[in-house]
């Protein structure tokens, strides 16, 4: 019997280079075309075929949803023209006026703007806590709150969720869970299988890989939901082009063996970090310290590549530090070949500034790439020593 690459049944690995993939019927081609196409030849009025528009429905990007649907375990998967995009779709889909969200505090700087100030005027109340303290999480609890955020680990300062755990309370109190799988990806962390009701991605991370296109995606088993989010998707119009899901469904090829790269250099990384003078503290869920060492290693297959730590010299010394780096380079974003290092407080996350929920102004934060552990460690060293 032939084995089919793209069964549920078959390896991660095996259904990222498979699922959604399949050689052309006509031309025999291994790798799908890029359809280009805005419109489509229709047999009769009204009598349309799968395709119409592209906006409505694009055969590459199918090619695409299929693929990330196969490898977060899900039954439906929607892609977005961004991460804030399949955010703002969700959050449109589940929640409506006089509605209450539960989100982390130290929630991505772009999650929070999204809430605070374009959902919140709209009706949608909103709470910030420590997510990873059950007793945060019920002292947040309102009998209007419909959704809790969760991401894990979280940005910048690498917290861990229980997943399972937090899914069964907000289910028990009629409230769903998002889980922000961007840090983790699929390949380290199946948010559904541990309970979650939908998964977001920023598919411009970890799952492009390369620095090189802007996407997110939304995954979820919910029929009604997904047919929400199928409308917003349309409605909205917040789709990726065709070379963007393209590009989206290479990286996603070589996730997996992108991933353990990145783990293993980010482990030495955080491990170096932590015995050094100049560092005051270091968050890696890898490290036995960590406050959620135990639970990552329970729903993680790996600790993923970021590494966060504060300078011990304070924000002065920490903005000089990170221009200092070679190997690592000065930017915003995460989760590529390269390694990145950047100052949330004052990029990323600067959206917090002045609020009770800003981040600590000596905090660095690192997205640890592929290279040579050698060199990313000497051109750390060089940087703290100065």
């Given at each position: ?32 075309a890029v359809h280009l196409a805005t419109t489509y ?83 949608v109340a909103y709470t910030s806590t420590d997510i ?132 293993a250099n980010a482990d030495a990384v955080a491990r ?115």
């Amino acid at each position: 019997m032939v084995v089919d690459p793209t069964s549920p049944e078959r390896g991660f690995e095996t259904r990222a280079v498979h699922c959604g993939q399949e050689p052309d019927a006509v031309t025999g081609s291994v790798i799908p075309a890029v359809h280009l196409a805005t419109t489509y030849r229709q047999g009769a009025v009204g009598a349309a075929g799968p395709y119409e528009y592209a906006r409505s429905g694009n055969p590459t990007r199918h090619s695409l949803e299929r693929q990330l649907a196969s490898l977060e375990g899900a039954g439906f998967a929607f892609a977005f023209a961004s991460g804030l995009a399949a955010e703002d779709a969700v959050l449109r889909a589940v929640l409506s006026p006089g509605d209450h969200v539960v989100l982390p505090r130290d929630a991505y700087g772009g999650t929070f703007r999204l809430v605070a100030q374009v959902h919140a005027p709209t009706g949608v109340a909103y709470t910030s806590t420590d997510i990873a303290e059950p007793a945060a999480l019920a002292a947040a609890w309102r009998d209007e709150t419909r959704l809790v955020w969760v991401e894990t680990p979280s940005n910048p300062s690498l917290a861990i969720v229980d997943i399972a755990a937090t899914a069964a309370f907000a289910h028990a109190r009629g409230a769903r869970l998002v889980v922000d799988n961007t840090f983790a990806t699929p390949y380290l962390q199946q948010p559904l299988a541990l309970g979650a009701d939908v998964v977001v991605h920023s598919t411009t991370k970890y799952l492009g890989g390369h620095s090189d296109v802007v996407g997110g995606v939304v995954a979820l088993d919910d029929a009604a939901v997904a047919e929400r989010l199928g409308f917003l998707q349309n409605a909205t119009g917040a789709v990726p082009g065709p070379w963007d899901c393209y590009l989206v469904q290479r990286g996603v090829k070589t996730l997996a063996l992108r991933m353990q790269r990145h783990c293993a250099n980010a482990d030495a990384v955080a491990r170096y970090l932590a015995g050094h003078r100049r560092v005051a503290a270091t968050y890696y869920p890898g490290l036995p310290g960590h406050r959620g060492h135990e639970v990552a290693g329970r729903q993680m297959r790996g600790f993923g590549g970021i590494v966060s730590f504060v300078h011990a010299d304070g924000e002065g010394a920490a903005l000089a530090m990170v221009a200092r780096t070679g190997v690592f380079t000065l930017a915003e974003s995460l989760g590529a070949v390269e390694s990145l290092i950047e100052h949330p407080g004052r990029m990323t996350h600067a959206v917090l500034a002045g609020s009770g929920l800003a981040i600590d102004p000596a905090l660095v934060r690192l997205s640890v790439g592929i290279e040579s552990l050698d060199d990313l460690l000497a051109d750390l060293d060089q940087a703290l020593s100065q």
